[in-house]
């Protein structure tokens, strides 16, 4: 199944009224891969995975899920995903077992293997102890692990998330991590949205970073950070005043450099001397990689 | 490396989906849902019955009780179909984002409105017999007609399920649901021939009368406890197949461009 390609999106648009949500975007899933679609919001992450369902139909350009075209057939795809979707959904009056319930028969599950998959279910988000309990009765993380585990009822063979993690505590989000690391491990195609970068940077194997629709960079996280902030990066605190001096001298020095809030990184140090001004030394990550192609301000 | 074919259209495992969680959530709230279909027709029907029961004892031929216990029928049909539609369905795609996560599942915006409005239906047909059932305890003689009440009930039902769907999907609030009670819904209950026949009204009245699917049904009701009214009756139906096509169809038009962006 190597090369094969779960999701392909080629020069897709999509526009409501005067905004363009999404602008051009070419996406490849592999087969077997979890791929993290990184973006501040409003770079059109939801409106992509909307698209990907046939809840947004495309403006412009080509999409294909588990080489199904879209929309038009859409619904033999939607049959093979899971979908956890950004909010809350769960029909909260009813138990945990009998939301499972509801969407074996949504997924077509056979009335023998009804049995099997909600079990299956209730053990991969970790709730078989609380298989009676209400929606309205759980924790928010027990209803996110429900969230996604409603999505794995039919074993699907491509998984879309959808923010999984987001508003959670991070003892909370951990123990999605896991689920979905679980999930990765047993070869299911993952495409997820999220803006932590450290969610991306854990979990996928590669990140497409989204910016004002379009993709501006994607491969693994490692060789992102490699090729557009380097290995290593100095962090410089001080008074504002010193912080734009320090900003100035490194632009001159040809670094590159971003604002982390209270300090100014300067990236890309490694093998360099006598010019890198002092400060904290740390390795580059992926959020220094995101916020030179995203931008440093917040429309 | 597509390992189904394509899918079709309305396909009953999609409506059984979607059926089946209304049923289900159903078991979580069918005492309320119960009440006010059954409890408030039935009011009407012991006010108005008993109330102008003792002014009118005859009108068009039939005992007050007895022509105001069937014609609550449609009353209860009404009551038990638009109005949860209308707020149904409103709160499933607003507030509890439901149909965003049914249609993520194979199941398309069609085959969503069609399971939901024959649940709705359904529900109809059953409740809108309560009024009945109550006049009968009132001295309305059972007879055999009366069998075929609650399919006229789930006729009728799915027709207004779908009127209701449909200004669900056109409302941008549900504060604009009360322009089409007031304006709509209010006026069809009163003038359906349910509390006085609309043959003693102005002939334009008599004309918009027949206009209204609501006054089909209780006429329906109406014949099929004291009898038939022949080629008559069966136009009727006729018009509420029409008025159920036609409102399914807007209804899934109204949603789809609500659902789908």
Redesign the interface.
């Known amino acids: 199944m190597s090369g094969?390609l779960a999701i392909r999106l080629r020069g897709v648009v999509?526009r409501?009224g005067p905004i363009t949500a999404v602008n051009g975007l070419d996406l490849d899933v592999p087969v077997g891969t979890c791929v993290g679609l990184l973006g501040p919001n409003g770079a059109g992450k939801s409106?992509t995975m909307?698209m990907l369902?046939?809840?947004?139909?495309a403006d412009e350009g080509e999409l294909e899920v588990?080489?199904?075209r879209l929309p038009?057939?859409s619904?033999?795809a939607?049959?093979?995903?899971g979908?956890t979707?950004q909010?809350?959904?769960l029909?909260?009056?009813?138990t945990v077992e009998?939301n499972l319930?509801?969407?074996t028969?949504?997924?077509?599950i056979g009335r023998a293997e009804r049995r099997d998959a909600i079990e299956r279910a209730l053990r991969m988000a970790n709730l078989v102890d609380r298989r009676d309990t209400r929606v309205d009765k759980l924790s928010g993380g027990m209803r996110r692990r429900l969230l996604i585990a409603r999505a794995l009822v039919h074993r699907p063979r491509l998984v879309l998330l959808d923010e999984p993690t987001v508003g959670l505590d991070p003892q909370v989000r951990q123990e999605l991590w896991a689920l979905i690391d679980a999930l990765r491990a047993e070869g299911t195609t993952i495409l997820m949205s999220t803006h932590y970068i450290e969610e991306a940077q854990r979990l996928a194997d590669t990140v497409l970073i989204m910016s004002h629709g379009s993709a501006v960079a994607a491969g693994p996280p490692a060789e992102l950070v490699a090729k557009h902030a380097g290995r290593e990066a100095v962090e410089v605190y001080g008074p504002a005043a010193r912080l734009v001096e320090v900003e100035a001298e490194a632009a001159a020095a040809g670094f590159r450099t971003r604002r982390t809030g209270t300090s100014i990184s300067v990236l890309g140090i490694e093998g360099v001397d006598g010019r890198v001004p002092d400060g904290e030394r740390r390795p580059a990550n992926l959020e220094d990689v995101f916020v030179l192609l995203t931008g440093e301000e917040i429309d | 490396?597509?390992?189904?074919?394509?899918?079709g259209r309305l396909e009953r495992?999609?409506l059984?989906?979607?059926l089946?969680?209304e049923v289900?959530?159903f078991s979580?709230?069918w005492r309320s849902a119960t009440f006010s279909s059954t409890v408030e027709p039935t009011i009407y029907l012991l006010a108005f019955g008993f109330g102008f029961g003792s002014l009118v004892s005859k009108v068009a031929g039939y005992d007050y009780v007895q022509f105001v216990g069937t014609g609550t029928v449609a009353t209860a049909v009404l009551f038990s179909s638009a109005f949860p539609a209308m707020f149904g369905t409103f709160v499933k795609y607003q507030f509890?984002?439901?149909y965003?996560?049914?249609?993520?599942?194979?199941?398309?915006t069609e085959e969503l409105v069609t399971a939901e409005a024959l649940w709705v239906a359904t529900r109809a047909g059953v409740y809108g017999c309560v009024p009945m059932l109550v006049a009968i305890a009132f001295g309305l003689e059972p007879s055999w007609g009366m069998l075929v009440v609650p399919l006229v009930g789930f006729l009728a039902g799915f027709g207004w399920a779908c009127f209701g769907i449909a200004i669900a999907g056109f409302a941008s609030s549900i504060e604009n649901f009360s322009y089409v009670i007031s304006a709509v819904l209010t006026p069809l209950f009163l003038v359906a021939g349910t509390f006085f026949p609309l043959s003693k009204l102005p002939h334009w009245a008599q004309v918009a009368g027949e206009l209204n699917p609501l006054h089909h049904c209780v006429e329906l009701v109406r014949h099929a406890a004291f009898g038939w009214h022949g080629w008559t009756d069966l136009a009727r139906v006729g018009a509420l197949v029409g008025f159920g096509f036609a409102t399914w169809r807007i209804a899934i038009h109204a949603m789809s461009r609500k659902?789908?962006?």
């Not at chain 1, 369902?53 to 139909?57: K, R, S």
């Not at chain 1, 939607?78 to 995903?81: F, L, S």
Request: aromatic share 8%; net charge neutral; proline share 4%.
């Open positions: 094969e999509k409501y409106t909307r369902t046939a809840q947004a139909i588990l080489g199904f038009e057939e619904k033999a939607r049959a093979q995903c979908v979707p909010l809350d959904n029909d909260v009056t009813l009998q319930l509801v969407f028969h949504l997924y077509r | 490396m597509a390992t189904a074919t394509r899918l495992p999609a059984t989906g979607v089946v969680r289900v959530n979580s709230y509890q984002r439901t965003d996560a049914i249609l993520a599942a194979p199941v398309d659902l789908i962006d």
